[in-house]
């Protein structure tokens, strides 16, 4: 069938199809415009784990997203598909996560990697890995990219996008990052490991084609963190949690805080979201909880402000959903925030999606 046909043919006020993609959407990757590239990983996770049991968490919970978003009604027929051909990303996780745990004890004990070789052969071993990871993320990427798909990395934690942002580098000269998150994850190789979840943003800052970084919502950081930031003035703008709200309770509404935020902004522009910026409530089983936030609501308006403001969204990431035992409120929480993301990246690249609806 033709993409219209299979529009045509599929009721969407029906529950999604249980043997479709995600969303419960009927299309395949070739009559999709958005491609979601699923990355279950997080080998140096350093407290609470389950990242990488996100991705399904996530998959699992959009089949209850009701399709008519009332900000992009026609978002869904633009076809969103989850990449089922992924390497065995989970499996080596899980491999690399075991060598990383007892290095990340032994830290925490006080000892010193460098007078323990297994440990520090295991080390190596572990950003060897990571590095690897790193450019199939990359390939991965590009091999969407350059069949003009629209492209949406989930995680894992939030080291796995380093190789979607070098994937970014070799299409744009220049290019930002609105930086959603409760931490800076500005760290140098936290606990040894090169590519770890906590040092993602001083990675990216490694990138010549990264010239700026904005950061929203931060309220957890450390000495060294602040050092990196000072040096890098130029290419990183911070928005504490604590800015944010002493501003609010002074009378700053959050549209003009909204309008701050994109200003700092280049033209180009990639979103990457860590869960964790959001009110814990929202995702009380994430790795690393902080206490404040932004609601979700405040999360979706930023986004729907930078798609409104003429300035170019080219990707997205979202990382660290972890569900709980119990329920799956944590990957209702993703799959909707998932949604929004693909609907102001679909509007901001100018695809159809519908106008408002208004009541």
């Known amino acids: 069938m033709t993409k219209q046909e299979i529009i045509d043919t599929f009721d969407p006020n ?17 009559n999709s415009e958005i491609i979601i590239v699923p990355v279950p990983w997080e080998v140096t ?7 990488s049991e996100g991705v399904e968490a996530v998959f699992e919970a959009s089949f209850q997203v009701d399709l008519q978003h009332q900000e992009f009604p026609e978002l869904w027929k633009n076809g969103i598909f989850m990449d089922d051909e992924i390497p065995n990303w989970k499996e080596r996780s899980e491999k690399y ?11 925490e004990n006080g000892e010193s990697i460098d007078e323990n070789p297994s440990l520090d052969k295991n080390l190596d071993e572990v950003n060897t890995a990571c590095h690897q990871f790193k450019i199939e993320v990359k390939e991965r990427i590009l091999h969407w990219i350059n069949q003009d798909k629209k492209v949406g990395l989930l995680g894992g934690d939030h080291s796995t996008p380093l ?7 070799t299409k744009y000269d220049n290019f930002g990052i609105l930086h959603l998150d409760a931490h800076m ?23 010549p084609q990264v010239s700026k970084i904005v950061q929203v919502g931060i309220r957890d ?4 963190e602040v050092e990196v930031v000072k040096s890098e003035k130029n290419r990183v703008k911070i928005f504490t949690d604590m800015d944010l709200k002493a501003q609010n309770f002074g009378g700053k509404n959050w549209k003009d805080q909204c309008d701050d935020i994109i200003s700092e902004l280049p033209q180009k522009v990639h979103i990457s979201f860590d869960i964790d910026g959001l009110y814990p409530w929202y995702c009380p089983n994430t790795g690393t909880p902080v206490p404040g936030g932004f609601s ?17 969204i080219i990707g997205f990431d979202l990382v660290e959903v972890a569900p709980g035992e119990d329920d799956d409120w944590d990957g209702n929480v993703g799959a909707r925030m998932l949604f929004h ?10 695809l159809n999606t519908g106008e408002k609806i208004q009541f």
């Open 296 to 312: 979700f609501e405040q999360a979706a308006y930023l986004l729907s402000k930078l798609a409104e403001s003429g300035k170019e």
């Open 341 to 350: 993301l693909c609907g102001v990246f679909a509007k901001s690249q100018k």
């Open 221 to 224: 950081f450390c000495e060294q």
């Open 163 to 169: 190789g979607y942002y070098e994937a970014l580098a």
């Open 185 to 207: 994850d500005l760290r140098i190789a936290y606990e040894g490991f090169t590519y770890s979840h906590a040092s993602i943003m001083y990675n990216a800052l490694q990138i």
């Open 45 to 51: 996770v350093s407290y609470g784990s389950g990242a």
């Open 14 to 30: 029906q529950p999604g199809l249980s043997d479709a993609s995600l969303f419960g959407l009927p299309f395949s990757a070739v």
């Open 97 to 107: 996560k075991a060598l990383a745990l007892p290095i990340i004890e032994a830290l």
